[in-house]
C-alpha cells in the first residue's frame, strides 16, 4: 500500500510512540507485508527466525521486537508487538469505511457495462469498459476490474485475506488495505471468491477463466489465460503462471509457484512448485505419470499381500 | 426448541389425536431431536434399534411408533409416524414466516454495529455491540450474534439443515426450528453457510474464525478460537472443541467429536472421533506421522512390485 | 434451442455469409450442441475426430471447416469456424439482454409462492406454485421452476456454462441459451449453483434434494429422489438417474453415467460410469468394498516393505 504523500522516518515512529534508529528524514513512501515489499516501504518482522530476511528486504524500514543493527541507509522501529504496530499503521492510513449505499465513494466507471440488480459496490473500485457485473455480486473496496470482464451471479471480490495472528487472547486479524485486480477479459463464475491483498495486490491475469465456487486467497498472482474449474481453491500468496489449468475440486497450500503450460487433475492437492508444462495428479499430488503408476500397483497390492 | 408456556402430555397428545401413556398433567416445556433433548422435552423414535436410546434419554416424553413399557416418570404418545408428528408439533409452534421486507419481525440490534447494504435479516434475530455484516448477507431466522462479530459478504447464517427422511414417496424434509449462535468475536468469512439447529442449536464459539464458502452443518457445536480454511465442510451433529485447525477443503463426517488443539491437514475426511492434540492427514485421515510413512512406502510400491 | 419460427438451411447459410450443400430449403427448428441435439436442428463440429459423430448424428444441418460428403437428407454449412459460427447463431437468436429490474420480462409465477427479500429474477422465468425463493438467491434467464421447490439463500440458478475454446487469442465463450429446469419437490440448498444449459437443458428431477454449496455443471440432467450433500461437485454433461446418494466433497467429472441406486462415499471423485446399486469410494473412486480392502492392504505397507 502506497501512502497518500511521503512520510519521515521520524513521523511514523511518532506515530507509533516508539524509538527509532537510522536518518530520521529517511522517506517513507508506502507498507507492505515481506511478500510484497518495494523499496521506499515498511515492513514488519517479530520473530528472530524472520530478522535476517526482513532487514535484507526491499524495505527501507523495518517494524521490529529488539533493537538490532541497521542496515546501512535503513531505519528501524523498535516496539513490543510489531504486528500491531503495522496495522495501526495500515488502519490509521487506510480505514474500513462501512458502506451505506450499494455504490461506494470514488467509484469510476467507463462506457457500455451492465451491472444487474442487487449489486453492491465498495469505496475506490474501477470498472472499465464493456464488462457484466451479475446479480447479487459485490464489489469490495479497491478493485480494479480492466476491460471485458464478466462476473458472476453473488460472487465476492475483494474481501478481506484471511489473515491472523495468535494472541494469548485469541486471534487478531490482519488489516486489508491492499488491491484485488481482474484485468482484461477475465471471468469470473457464480458464487466465486477473489480475496483482497493484504497490503499489495491480488491479481487475476488477462484473460483467464474461473468457474462457479471457486475460491483465491489473498496477494495471489494468477498469469493469463489460464482455466479453474468448479470447486478449486487457491490459497493466499501462490503464483501461478500462464495457461494453467486446474480440474474441480483442487485445492493448492500458501507460498507455491505452479509454472506455465501445468495441468492438475481434479481432487489433487498442490502442496510443492509444479514445473512447466507438466501433469500432476493425487493428494498431495506429484507428476500423473508417476502417481498412475503408483495407482495401479496400489490395485494389486491385496492380492501381493495374500500372496506373500 | 423450548415453547412459549408449558403443556401438558394430554395436550400434546389430543393435538397430535394420538393415544398416550403416563401422567396427563406430566410437564411439556419443548421438543428437540434424540442429539439434543434435554428434560421436559419431546423426542421422537420410530425404529426399534434406536427405542432403547430415545427412552432411555433424558426425554420426558417419547413419540413412537408401537406401544411400549413407559419408563417411570415419563409419558409416551403412540403414532404410526413419528417423524410426522414431530414435524407437526414443530411447525405449529415454530412456523415459518416468510420475510417481506429486508428486516424480519422481533430485530434486536445493539450499538455500534455496520450492517451493509443488500444485507437480509429473518425473524427473531438479535445482534450484540461492534459487528459488521457484509453486503448480501442472509440471517435467518433464530439467529443470535454476539458482540464484535463479522459476517462476510453473501454469507448466509441460519439456513435449514439438510436432514430428511426417506418416505415411500420421496424425501421428507425435518422442519427446522433450533438457532444459530455465534459467540463473541467469531468472524466468518465470504460465501460461507453456517445452518441452524434442527430443534437445538448450532454454536459457533468465542473468537473462532472461519474463511471463505466453508460450510458447517446444523446442531455442529464448534469451541473456541477454531480456525477453518477455506472451502472446509462440516457435517451436522459434529462436535469440536477449542483451538482446532482446520486447513483447505477438509471434510469432518457427522457424529464425530474432535477435541481440543488437533490440526488436519488439507483435503483430509475425517470419519472418526479425533484425539487432543494430534496433527491428522488423509483421506479416511489418521495420524499424519502414521500417514507420512504410509505415503512414503506408496511411492516405493511400483519399484518393489517389480522386483518380486 | 428451438428457435421462434422455422427457417431454412438457405437463410442460415445466408446469415453466417458462408456456403452450403444440401436442399436449399430444408427445415430447420433450433440449433443445440453434439449431447442434446434433435432432428431438425443444427450442430457443429470442427476437428476431424468428430466428424464422423456429428455427421450422423440427429442434426439436420452441420456446421464444419471443409467440404465433405453429405449425408442423404441433410445440409451442411462449410466455414473457416464453425465454433463461431454456432455462436453467431446463438447469440442472434437468443442474445443476453441485461436486467434492469429485480424480475425480468416475460416472467410467469403460480399460486401461494414465497419470493424472498433481494431475490433477482431474470427473463423468460416460470415459477409454478407453493414455491419459497430465499433471500438472495439469484434466478437466471430461462429457469423453469415447476411446483414445491425450495431454493436455499443467494443459490444462483441458471447461470453461463463454464465452455470455452481455445482460440490463439485466449479462451471464447460459448454462448449459453439453454434452459434450466427444476422439477416438482426439488430443494436447494444455500449458495448452490446450477448452471444452465448451453443449448439444451440442465434437469434436476422430481423430489432430489441438494445441499448448500453445490455445484451442478451445464447440461447435466439429474433423476428423481437423489440426494447430494454439502460441496459437492458435479461437472457439466453428466448424467445421474434416480435415487443417488453423494456424500459430502464428492466430485464427479463430465460426460459419465451414475445409474440409479447408487450411493457414492465422501470426497470420493467419480471419473468413470457407476453400475446400479453399488457403492463407491476413493479418489479415483471404485467400489467400496475393494478400496476398503485396498485401504487395509496400504496400511499394512510400511511394515511389509520393512520386512521385505
Redesign the interface.
Known sequence: MKFERTYTLKEIAEFLNSPFQGDENLKITGINEIHKIEPGEIVFVDHPKYYKKALESAADVILIDQDVEVPAGKGIIVCAAPFDAFNKITRHFSP?K?????TGDHFEIGENN?I???V?I?HHVKIGNNC?I???A?I?DHTIIKDNV?I???S?IG??A?Y?KKKPD??N?MHTCGRTILED?V?I???S?I?RGVTGDTIIG??T?I???V?V?HDTVIG??C?F???V?I?GCVVIKNNVTL???V?V?SDVTIHSNVTVL??S?V?MDLEEGKSYFG??C?ESRVKM??????????G??EN?
Not at 503408476?293 to 491385496?302: G, I, S, T, V, Y
Open positions: 474500513d462501512p458502506w451505506t449505499h450499494p451492465s444487474y440488480p442487487n453492491t465498495g457484466v451479475h446479480a447479487g459485490v469490495c464478466i458472476g451471479p453473488n465476492v474481501h478481506y484471511f491472523y485469541g486471534f486479524r477479459n471471468e463464475g457464480a458464487l471468491t480475496d488477462k484473460g477463466k468457474d462457479n465456487q475460491h486467497g493469463e489465460n482455466l474449474a468448479a470447486n481453491g490459497a480440474w474441480g475440486q485445492g497450500v481434479g481432487q492437492g502442496g493428494s498431495p506429484g503408476k503408483e495407482l495401479a500397483a496400489f490395485k494389486r497390492l491385496p501381493i499381500i506373500l
